[in-house]
């Protein structure tokens, strides 16, 4: 299954073929940012502030929607952890030897999904690629991109 993220006026909004996923908004401030990632029904799912240290970002849940999302117990930039135990993991796709922004999402180091960005379009635009069997992460995944995509100062 592919799902497309896209950015429009800062904003970032995940399509899987024309319906909406999820989109997120961004707040920003000299110290911190402030996302909000809300579903298809503009119901607010999560909101987080993010304030940059020097080498690093600290990301604090100021809010989640456990009805519509599976307990969001932390997020970094570069992993999620969820529900009891669980949590997905981002590796990034041979970049120390190149300029290539592609990465993967991995659960128990099994690789569940692939982020490709076309960077040939502006703003950039990302597709997910996901297997049917892997659908069960789907939601993680999206508002873990959304939550750290949005907030990464590189993307300008």
Same mark, same amino acid.
């Given at each position: 299954?592919?799902?497309?993220?896209?950015?429009?006026?800062?904003?970032?909004?995940?399509?899987?073929?024309?319906?909406?996923?999820?989109y997120?908004?961004?707040k920003?401030?000299? =110290?911190n940012?402030? /996302? #909000?990632?809300?579903n298809?029904?503009?119901?607010?799912?999560?909101?987080?502030? @993010?304030?940059? &240290?020097?080498?690093?970002?600290?990301?604090?849940?100021?809010?989640?929607?456990?009805?519509?999302?599976?307990?969001?117990?932390?997020?970094?930039?570069?992993?999620?952890?969820?529900?009891?135990?669980?949590?997905?993991?981002?590796?990034?796709?041979?970049?120390?030897?190149?300029?290539?922004?592609?990465?993967?999402? =991995?659960?128990?180091n /099994? #690789?569940?999904?692939?982020?490709k960005?076309?960077?040939?379009?502006?703003?950039? @635009?990302?597709? &997910?690629?996901?297997?049917?069997?892997?659908?069960?992460?789907?939601d993680?995944?999206?508002?873990?991109?959304?939550?750290?995509r949005?907030?990464?100062?590189?993307?300008?």
């Amino acid at each position: 299954m592919e799902i497309e993220i896209n950015s429009s006026n800062g904003d970032l909004k995940a399509f899987k073929g024309n319906s909406l996923l999820f989109y997120s908004t961004v707040k920003i401030n000299i =110290f911190n940012r402030i /996302i #909000k990632v809300f579903n298809y029904a503009d119901i607010l799912v999560l909101e987080l502030k @993010i304030t940059d &240290l020097i080498f690093k970002s600290s990301y604090k849940i100021l809010f989640q929607n456990n009805d519509l999302i599976s307990h969001v117990a932390r997020i970094s930039y570069d992993d999620i952890f969820f529900d009891e135990n669980e949590s997905l993991k981002k590796r990034f796709d041979n970049r120390i030897i190149s300029f290539n922004w592609n990465y993967s999402y =991995f659960h128990k180091n /099994i #690789k569940i999904a692939q982020v490709k960005h076309n960077t040939k379009k502006y703003p950039c @635009i990302m597709e &997910l690629n996901i297997e049917e069997k892997n659908l069960n992460f789907l939601d993680q995944i999206l508002i873990h991109i959304l939550s750290t995509r949005i907030a990464d100062p590189n993307d300008n």
